[in-house]
Nanobody, 121 residues
Framework: QVQLVESGGGLVQPGGSLRLSCVAS????????MGWYRQAPGKQRELVAT???????VYADSVKGRFTISRDNAKNTVYLQMNSLKPGDTAVYSCFAEITPRVLGVPTDYWGQGTQVTVSS
C-alpha cells in the first residue's frame, strides 16, 4: 500500500506564511511527478504547482513569485512554501504523486487526504 501523508496546513493572517509537506511511503519503485492541487468551496480544483524528479517546476499564475515547490528525493517528500498569503489562497490543498509501486508495477496517481489552508484577518 502506497500512502501520502500531508502536514503543515492551518490558519494564518494575510501576508503570512505556511509550509506544506507531503511524504510518500510504502512499497515504492519510483516516483516521477509530485505536486499540489487546491480547491475552494464551489470552485473547480486547480493545479498549484508540480515538480519532477529532475527538478522541473510548473506554477499556477496566481501563485508565481509567492509559492515555491521543492522535493527531497531521498525522503520521498514534496514541500510547498507559501509566502505573502492572500485570502484567495484559502482552500483545501491536496498532495499528489505519480508513483510506480513495486507490487502493482504500473505508474499510478496517488493522493493525500487534503489539508485546509485558511487565510483570514
Amino acid at each position: 500500500q502506497v500512502q501520502l501523508v500531508e502536514s503543515g496546513g492551518g490558519l494564518v493572517q494575510p501576508g503570512g506564511s505556511l509550509r506544506l509537506s507531503c511524504v510518500a511511503s510504502g512499497s515504492i519503485f519510483s516516483i516521477y511527478a509530485m505536486g499540489w492541487y487546491r480547491q475552494a468551496p464551489g470552485k473547480q480544483r486547480e493545479l498549484v504547482a508540480t515538480i519532477t524528479t529532475g527538478g522541473s517546476t510548473v506554477y499556477a499564475d496566481s501563485v508565481k513569485g509567492r509559492f515555491t515547490i521543492s522535493r527531497d528525493n531521498a525522503k520521498n517528500t514534496v514541500y510547498l512554501q507559501m509566502n505573502s498569503l492572500k485570502p484567495g489562497d484559502t482552500a483545501v490543498y491536496s498532495c499528489f504523486a505519480e508513483i510506480t509501486p513495486r507490487v502493482l508495477g504500473v505508474p499510478t496517481d496517488y493522493w493525500g487526504q487534503g489539508t485546509q489552508v485558511t487565510v483570514s484577518s
